[in-house]
Every structure is written in C-alpha cells, then in structure tokens.
C-alpha cells in the first residue's frame, strides 16, 4: 500500500473553523453585563471554600495501634486492670520558633526572651547531665603541652619591680638580637642590581681573543702527547700465547688460596678478640642510645616552646610586651596601650597547632618597638 | 616484573595511609577549603606532623581516621546545603530579584553546636580545663569594635560582639557572685585573671579597656573558633547559673540595659532572685525589679535553698570578706569594668557617676574613692582616696594594704605578679617581703603564734634542708654530748699540757673552737651522708637528672646572688650620692 487514500480533510484541517464558540461569547456577554451593571447575576459563585473532607489516609500502623493484647483484652472485664496500646503515638513536634507567649508576661520581658531564644539558637539544656557517660568516646588527643593563656612574667606588668623589669627587657632585647645576629650571618642575598662594566665591541673581541689564545696552547699539547703514546702503544698489541694464560690462571689460583688462608687468620683473629668486640659493641649501642635519648629529650623542649613545622611557613613567636624604661610611669591611666590582643591570641593558636602559619602572620607585627639598648 | 609489586587488593601502607595533606583531604571530602577549615576548627581536628612527609615539607598532613571522621559528620551536610543556598541568594540577587532574596534570606538553614559539644567535651570537668582559651577569645571580642564591612576581609558582626560582651558579663556576674576569683594581674597586655571553678583553675585574659586597634590577622579563623566558643560559654553559663539555682538566661532591668550597665544589671538580677529566695513568700513587695514575671516565685518556692547556700570552702570565705562592708567609688578614669568586677567579687559594695548607680559620690557610707589623677581638687575626710593599683594589689595579697603608698599623686609601689612564685625563683622583691611582712602581722593580732614559729627562719637546720627534724634534734642531742665528752677529755689533756708546761698555744685553741664548729661539720656531714646513701642506691639515669638538677638549683642560686650583690652596690652607689 502507497500513501493513504486521500480522505476528506474536513475533520483534520476544518476543525479551526468548525469550533463553535457559543459558550464563550456567552460568557463574555454575562461578564460584561456583570460588570456594567455591578453584580453578579449568576447565582453561581466563582470561588467557594471547599469543605468536603478527604477520608484520612490511614496509615497500616494506625491499624495496628488500636489493636489490644489478647490477655488484656481477656483482663479488660476486671475494672482494675489497665489496657495499655501495643503502640504510642508520636509526640507533637513543639514548634520552637513561634511566639509562646507566657501568662503573664509584658513586652519588655518577651523581647529579651526572645531576643536570647533567637540569638542562640539551639535551645539551653544541660549538657553534661549526670548519668549520661559516653564510654564510647575515645580519649582525646591534646595538640600540645603548651597552656592556652600563658601568664607573663613579673617583668611585664604595667607597674613593674625594677629587677623584674630588668629581666624582662633583657630578654625582650635578647630576642631581638637574636633576629639581627641571624640576619646577618645568614648567607649574603644575591644582589638585584649586579657590578658591571659597559664593554664596547671592540674589547669584547680582545676578551674572546684571549680565550682562545689559551685554549690552542692546551690543545697543541695534548695533541703533541697522544701523538707519542698513539706511537708507543701500537707495537705493544701482541697476541696472548698459552704460556701467558696458563701463567695468569695459576697466579689466579694462588691469590685465591691465599685469600682464604687471610680470612681464616682473621677469623681466628678475631675470636681471639671476642671481648674486645663486643665490647666495643656496648659502647657503639650506648651512643647510639645516649644521642636518641639526647634528641628526644631536646624534640620535647622544643615542642614546649613551639609546635611541630605543620605547613609550609615557619612558626614566629611574638615578642614579649613590656614597658620601655621611659615609658614606666607606674600610673594605669598614662599606660599606652600599643599592643593588640588579637595578634596575641592568634599567635596563641598558631603556637598550640591548631592553626597552620600562613605567610601573612610570620610578617612583622605592628607592636615591634624599637629597643633601646642598654 | 614491576619495581614496586603490591598485591592486588591491597591499600597503601605506612606514612601513606597514615597521613593525607590538606589538598587530598578536600578533595575526598568534596568540599571547599574554607568549608573545610571551618569543619575542622569546629571538630577539633587539627593538622599532625609526620615522622616522614611524603608529599613534601611545604604540604600540611592530616590523619586519614580523622579525615574519615569528618567525612561521616552530619554538619557536612548541612554546610554544603547552605552553600547551595548562598547560591540561590546569590543568584536571585544577580537577577535584581529583590522579593525573592528576601524571603530566601528570611529561611535560611542553619545548624546548632550542641552534639559537636558533647561530642568534643563528655564531662563538665573537660570544658573547664579548655574554658581559658574560650573565655579569653570571648573577653577580647567583646572589646573589639565591630565591623560590618568587607573591607580587607574583616567582617565582625555587631550581633556577634553584643553577644560576646552578654556572655562575658554572665560569666563575670557568676565568678563575682560565687566569690571564685583568686588573682589578678595587670601587664602590658591586658588583665590576667584566675578563679578557681569546681576545683579546675581557670585563667583568662582580658584586654584593656581602650581602643583596641585591629591588626592583620585571618579573621574568618577568630570567628569560626568564636562561633564555636560562644556556644560553649552559652552552655557553660546555664549549668553555672542552674547550678546556684539561678535562671538562665538572666531577665535584666532593661534600664540598666539600655544604659550598658550590663554588669551592674546582673548583679541586681542576683540579688533580686536571692532577695526572693530568702523571703520564700507569694506577695512581691521584697521585689526590687517589677518587671520581672510573678509567676517564677511559684517554681521558687519548691526551690529549698537560696543562691547563698552552696558549699563554701575556706579560700571563698576569706575572699567573700576581704571588703566587706566597704563602699567603693570610682572615678571615671579608672577601669569601671575591670575595678566593679574584682570588687564584687571579694564581697565589696561599688558605685560610679552616672544614672542608675547604687549610691551617689557624695554618700556618706563611702569608705573609699578611687581616683588616678595626679591631683585631686577636694577631699572628703570621711573616705581615703586611693589609686586602682590598690585594688589590685589588696586582692592578690587577701589583706588590706595600708593606703600611705596608693594615695593620688605618689608613684605605687610596683605591682607584683601572683602567678610567681618568689621562694621557687628565690629571688623575693622588696615590696613582696613588705607584704609578707603585713599579713603576718596581722595574722599575729588575730592567732598568737606558737612560740617555735619565728624561730623556724633562723633554724640552720631548716635550711640545710633535713627532711626529719626530730632526727635532726636527736642527732644534734648527741653531737652536744660527745661535744662535752670531748671538751673534758681535751681539758684534761691540757691540764697534763700544762703541768709538762709546754708552751704550746694551738692546743689551747682549738679545743674550744672545735665545739662550735665541730656541730656544724658534724650537722653537714650527716646530711651529706643521707644524700649520698639515697645517691648510691639510684641507678645511674637518676643520678644523672639529680646531678642535672642540682647544676640548675646552683645557676639559680648564683643568679640571685648577683641580683642581691648588684642591689647592695646600687643601694650604696644612692646613698654616696
């Protein structure tokens, strides 16, 4: 079969225009009407407020919550038995965010209340209830040794003992030194701008003259001697005969012979040294010991100061806040105040390893006073 | 064959598997770095160092079971469906579509600490051990100023900083009202301060209460921690505060409030519910605030005890009255914060100039000023004035310091630290002897000492340091008599010296030298036999340490001896001048 016969195309294109559209104009006549004359002639309303009930979905456990255990059904008969339901229903979620507001209560009180309600948000509870021992939760693993606050010394008060002061400026300089020392024993930078001379073309010529000057001395002798030696070693190249090789095995032979009789005279040697060895031995494991001891001993002070290197930047400790000489007036209002906490209690952080140096916090900080050397 | 074979099935082993670096760590957590760095602050989790850094020096490690931990952490959810979120507002905002980031900013998820909490810190008595650290954080935020812009990267919300300042004033209304504080401390820095909280010390750091000036620093860290900490305090707080029967969180005078009192409104807030508690009645004319709701005296009365009746010990006590019954006034320029705080809390009674004090400066009742100027225009008789350092100084050393040396305008005495101790450095400034010197005076009018007592600082013995002095006193019985055993056995060698009448002068002598020193000698050699019996039977490590430490005890005892021969030079050097 071809293409389809040819049917009357009047339902499948015709239907545009066959569509009667009685029922809009009349609706469109009524709702003019309605408008100009300022109220609704129908009876009928456009919008109604469904009353009808859905049959609540019955859930399969509400089948089962009104059903009663036999025995207690049995036992329902005596007045004094209780039934009780096989299962309890879920309890009402309490709505936390909305407004609860209590009898008696006036504004005031209710906006403080809510202002805490909504300000932490999980709801206050005793958290370390008693009873309620977590054994599962293993020991926790403390990052290091180093206390959270560490007071300072008595030096850095803001009335200081002149002793005390003392101390603490000494070893404020101390550490400062420390920094210049290092600095400047450290290896020279390379220079950004390097000495040079301007040199013209022509001297750049002389330059490269002189290196090859040089450089055919060396060559004219070294081609001078391989001559001779080319000339020594070609008559040297004979065939090896029997007699040569035979020579060479025996004396591969006695070498060996004799190599073993060496060892065994070591060997003997050696168990002869017995106690010698093994006490060198001692003494070898008891270095070996005492510098492990050393180094852990050492790894331990050090973790006490600062933490472990974690990341890429190393750990810079801040320096240590104490008065100038000038600036000891002893008067807590005249004290300036030019250090920043925040700094401090980062820096803290950093040096418990809870938080990795970056590049920013090895930079100087603002409160490095210049000291005056005494 | 293959350089390295594993077999088939098998994991990585070693530092490998032990430790991944913070990029691998991202990248199997699915997540961004600072969503990361967030989870591990608020986890705990925190980079290790490994014996061997496989991947290289500049990476940071973390253990892969802590990583796994994280990875079964609920909060992960939670964080990565509010950056989802972030994105819609974010999106809705780029389309200018102002209704819609509203609302969507109106619902936005969030989550709570409290399992992270519990989970971190089982007991009560760990959070007290890591509560110097959040209480410093929580102290120094509160004193910052806030910052609301993003302009490089600092962003600290004002609701952040009110919260803080609330929670660090209940924390102080509590240590105030419980009388837990011990020492104080003022440097450089800021305010130390140490109490003492269900046996644990807690120390804290506070600022100075000046214009704190924001330095370069990761804030986005500081705040991930205070977020963490802030919820900590909360929780903190509340089993405090239930603890000595007082509600959480405190309904203060809204007056007081407003007039950032907020120190002062708690302890009123303390005091009203004591108030109550004592009267145990229905009817609300003991009430001081009548804002406060009437129906809590229905829960009150079932309650048997007041905040007043916890368990007191010894040291709460004698700090509970040291100011008693005495009236401060402060100054304005004097760290209103710092000085009402410390003072309450050794059971004093403050006030200051400005509305809704407790008292006028012109009260009668006022036992003493505080003042810091360097002149002072009019003085009552009736009151002494003193600088704040006193303060400080009375509170540290729990006696009433004379005022002579704190009056306005004399240079104080220096503030010594409490958290030294002077007999363990052995070097004991001055005025640390002076004070010593006051509280046993003082305790002197109030016990009569036994009569061995004074002499316990001269007795030789003591300081050579015998561990049983009754031995000691035995020992020294014994030498006496062998002492006068030898003295007539010598007298009758120099009665027979002298009838063969040899003039021989050093017989005489000695003789009667060889007593006195004799008992010293005899004295050291028996403490020195003692150390050395002791020495013998340590094994050779022991020996070693003892040795160790008696080099450090010598180098402690030589630096004091510097210090003490430098002052006795400078004392001379002023007073040829």
Known sequence: MGKKSKSSRKGKKEWRKNISTEDVEDFLEISTEDVLSGGSQQKEPSFFIDKSVDLAAKKKIDKSRGKVLWSDKLLEKNPMVKIIPSSTTRKMKTNKNAKIVQAGENETTLQTRLKYQNACDSSLTDLWEDGKDDSRIKKKFLPSAIPAVEVEPSGCSFNPDSLNHQDALARAVADEMQKIYQQELGPKPVPSVAHAEVIDDELKYFLEADDACDDNEEDGVQISNTGAEIEKRVPKCKRVTRVELNRRARKKEHLMIEAEAKKVDELTKSIDDLPAILQAIEKEEEEKNKRYMRRRVAKAEKLKAHPPRLGKYK???????????????GSLRKLKVSCTLVRDRFNSLEKRGLVVPSKKSGRKDACLKPEVLE | MPKHYRPAGKKKEGNVAKYVTRSQAVKSLQVTLPVFRKL???????????????????????????????RHEPLLEKLRDIRSYDKKIKKAVSKKNKDLAERLMMRKPSYTLDRMIRERYPKFVDVLRDLDDCLSLVHLFAALPAVDSTTNGEKIPVSRVHNCRRLSYEWQAYISRTHKLRKTFVSVKGIYYQAVVEGQTVT?????????????????????FLEFYEALLGFVNFKLYHSINVKYPPILDPQLDALAADLYALTRYFDARSARLGSMTSGSDQMQLQQLPPNEIGSLVQISEGANEYEEDEETRECKNLFKNMNFFLSPEVPRESLLFVISAFGGRVSWDGEGAPFEESDQSISYQVVDRPTLGRKILSREYVQPQWVFDCVNARIILPTANYMVGCVCPPHLSPFVDNEAEGHVPEYAEAIERLKAAQRKEVLPLPGSGKEDFDDPQSLAGIADRAEAIEVAKKRKEMATREKQYFDELRNEVEEYQIADTTVDNEPIQIDNERIDQDLRQLEEDEASRGEALMGRKHRNILKAMKIGIQKKKDDTQRLKKRQKQIKESQVLD
Do not use: M
């Open chain 1, 315 to 329: 750990y810079q400790p801040t320096s240590l806040q104490v008065l100038l000489s000038e600036e000891k007036t």
């Open chain 2, 204 to 224: 804290w750091l506070t600022p100075h209460a000046l214009q704190q000036v924001l330095s370069e620093v990761d804030y986005r860290i500081l705040l991930t």
């Open chain 2, 40 to 70: 591990c602050i608020l986890k705990g989790v925190f980079p290790r160092e490994p014996r061997k850094k496989v991947k290289g020096n500049h990476h940071s490690y973390y253990h892969t079971k802590d990583i796994l931990f994280l």
